[in-house]
């Protein structure tokens, strides 16, 4: 079956612009997550929706950044008046639950430049 | 916060080599995994060892856990170079999501 995907693969923008990241997460998995990979470094953890309940954004950096999840399905990663160091690579990975029983399957990333 | 913690940072061996990764945390956990990252974009899991096993293989991988010293490695035998990429461990615990470590840069050489 189809895997995790994520448009688009790159985006350059100005700084001062806003930006939408989509994630289509595989279908039937209830957890949806994003994560933010500047170059170099690990992962950081954003945000987590688990099935209907209400989204974990402890990790979000700033009120610059937001996301939304439509039940099961598609999410979207929105940052207002982008600085140049949000440039980074930003993943998303789904999972059949949370928790660290459940492997995460990630897609291939979004690459956000800001110029 | 981030839990593990990998070490070295990067390690660069020779094709048929063995590599081996640490990875080091601070709270309990109830399970240990490793991804691996190609040139910076998705990770792709690899091996997954609950907190009450010791060992676990899965083809060339080998990855061992010891909560009494809060550590697990991961075993890479006889590498290709294919191997090059990025190693994550992640922990978990409870209902909360994976905690993903900084990653080992593994390169190896032909």
């Known amino acids: 079956g189809a895997g995790v995907s994520q448009s688009p693969s790159n985006k350059v923008t100005e700084k001062g612009k806003d930006v939408e990241l989509r994630c289509d997460p595989i279908?039937?998995?209830?957890?949806l997550y994003w994560y933010r990979q500047r170059l170099g470094q690990g992962l950081e953890f954003l945000i987590y929706?688990?099935?209907?309940?209400?989204?974990?954004k402890s990790g979000l950096p700033s009120d610059r950044f937001s996301a939304e999840r439509t039940g099961e399905s598609v999410s979207t990663l929105t940052i207002q008046r982008t600085q140049q160091e949000d440039s980074a690579v930003y993943l998303c990975?789904?999972?059949?639950?949370?928790?660290?029983?459940?492997?995460?399957?990630f897609g291939p990333g979004t690459r956000l430049t800001v110029t | 916060s981030q839990q593990g913690e990998e070490d070295p940072q990067a390690l660069s061996i020779q094709e048929g080599e063995n590599a081996t990764m640490n990875c080091s945390y601070k709270?309990?956990?109830?399970?240990l995994q490793w991804y691996r990252q190609n040139s910076g974009r998705g990770l792709v899991h690899l091996i997954l060892?609950?907190?009450?096993?010791r060992e676990k293989h899965s083809g060339r991988l080998r990855v061992t856990l010891d909560t009494s010293k809060k550590s697990s490695s991961l075993l890479i035998t006889a590498s290709r170079a294919a191997d090059t990429a990025s190693y994550f461990c992640?922990?978990?615990?409870?209902?909360?999501?994976?905690?993903f470590g900084k990653g080992t840069r593994l390169s190896v050489i032909a």
């Open positions: 990975a789904s999972s059949l639950g949370t928790g660290g029983f459940y492997e995460q399957y």
């Open positions: 279908s039937g998995h209830t957890a």
């Open positions: 929706f688990q099935g209907n309940s209400a989204p974990d």
């Open positions: 709270t309990s956990i109830n399970n």
């Open positions: 060892i609950r907190s009450n096993e």
């Open positions: 992640a922990t978990g615990s409870g209902n909360t999501p994976l905690v």
